[in-house]
T-cell receptor, first 113, second 112 residues
């Protein structure tokens, strides 16, 4: 079955620690995205990539970093510079453009201890 | 600035009681309007894409419609398993730059 996988499902971070969230897709999509979801707010775009070895900042990129070495993979690192990282993180993929239908993974819930 | 407003924030229905969720939007160069269903602790599940005013799509008890300013998600004779948060997103193209903007969602509860 084609789809998007994210791991881990739950992640706990200590102060000053960097953590990496995994996202893999087998839909053969060109574009991949990372969103952050907080209670009472719409999904906010962190980073996106439309092609391997290229990525762009979204609306809330500060304190995050990404890489896109393979078409199937788009890991997100939450750095110690992100002051309020506790949130639900969603990875998505689509054909090529933001406005192609985006399909989402199951999410990773990150909690700062 | 592109904006998406969903109403109501929360809706409680009895099983079988039909209703509609609203998604009002302002966007430059509409490229598509998307509806998703999200269960607690899970990723959004794609439901529909609408591209132009007058378009309608159906899936089981759900029917999505689109005008130039808003979209409705009609739920006919809902069941408890329809309880979820429904998200609306609008894709726009302004000056060659594409963007997808999400609303905050409507939390639907269907009581047996």
């Amino acid at each position: 079955d084609g789809g998007i996988t994210q791991s881990p499902k739950y992640l706990f971070r200590k102060e000053g620690q960097n953590v990496t969230l995994s996202c893999e897709q087998n839909l053969n999509h060109d574009a991949m995205y990372w969103y952050r979801q907080d209670p009472g707010q719409g999904l906010r775009l962190i980073y996106y990539s439309q092609i391997v070895n290229d990525f762009q900042k979204g609306d809330i990129a500060e304190g995050y970093s990404v890489s896109r070495e393979k078409k199937e993979s788009f890991p997100l690192t939450v750095t110690s510079a992100q002051k309020n990282p506790t949130a639900f993180y969603l990875c998505a993929s689509s054909g090529t453009y933001h406005t192609d239908t985006q399909y989402f993974g199951p999410g990773t819930r990150l909690t700062v201890l | 600035e592109d904006q998406v407003t969903q109403s109501p924030e929360a809706l409680r229905l009895q099983e079988g009681e039909s209703s509609s969720l609203n998604c009002s939007y302002t966007v430059s160069g509409l490229r598509g309007l998307f509806w998703y269903r999200q269960d607690p602790g899970k990723g959004p599940e794609f439901l529909f894409t609408l591209y132009s005013a007058g378009e309608e799509k159906e899936k089981e008890r759900l029917k999505a419609t689109l005008t130039k300013k808003e979209s409705f998600l009609h739920i006919t004779a809902p069941k408890p398993e329809d309880s979820a948060t429904y998200l609306c997103a609008v894709g726009g193209n302004q000056g060659g730059s594409e963007k997808l903007v999400f609303g905050k969602g409507t939390k639907l509860t269907v009581n047996p």
